[in-house]
C-alpha cells in the first residue's frame, strides 16, 4: 500500500491557519479504539508529516480528534465555559490502499465543516 493521511485546519473566524492545533489519530474496530499518533499543527495549520504515513497506512475506520477547545482558549477566543466546541471528532474510512486521504477543518467558535480534500 502506498496510501497515507494528512490535514489542514483553518481558522476562519480569524482567516488564517490554526497553528499549535493538537490533533490525535485512532484507528476504530467496532467498539475497539486504538490511538495511533497525536500530532501539533505547524504555523501553516498542518502536520510536519502525514499523520498516518505511507509505512504504516491500513485501510481501515479511523478518527481524528481536534483539540479545538485548547487552541479557542489559546488564540483567544473561547466563550464561556463550556465552550460551545472542544473536542471536533471526525470518523472516516478509507478503503483505497493507494490513495492520498486529506481530511481538512474548517474551524470557528461555533461552528466547523469538514469534506474529503486533495
Do not use: W
Amino acid at each position: 500500500m502506498s496510501g497515507y493521511l494528512t490535514t489542514h485546519v483553518l481558522d476562519t473566524a480569524k482567516g488564517c491557519p490554526a497553528a499549535g492545533l493538537k490533533i490525535t489519530l485512532s484507528r476504530v474496530d467496532g467498539d475497539t479504539r486504538q490511538e495511533l499518533v497525536e500530532m501539533i499543527t505547524n504555523e501553516d495549520g498542518r502536520t510536519d508529516s502525514p499523520i498516518l504515513p505511507t509505512k504504516t497506512f491500513e485501510t481501515g475506520t479511523y478518527e481524528l480528534i481536534f483539540h479545538a477547545g485548547d487552541y479557542l482558549r489559546a488564540s483567544g477566543q473561547a466563550a464561556e465555559e463550556p465552550l460551545f466546541l472542544d473536542q471536533v471528532p471526525i470518523r472516516f474510512g478509507m478503503s483505497d490502499g493507494d490513495a492520498h486521504y486529506h481530511v481538512p477543518l474548517l474551524l470557528s467558535p461555533f461552528g466547523f465543516s469538514t469534506y474529503r480534500g486533495s
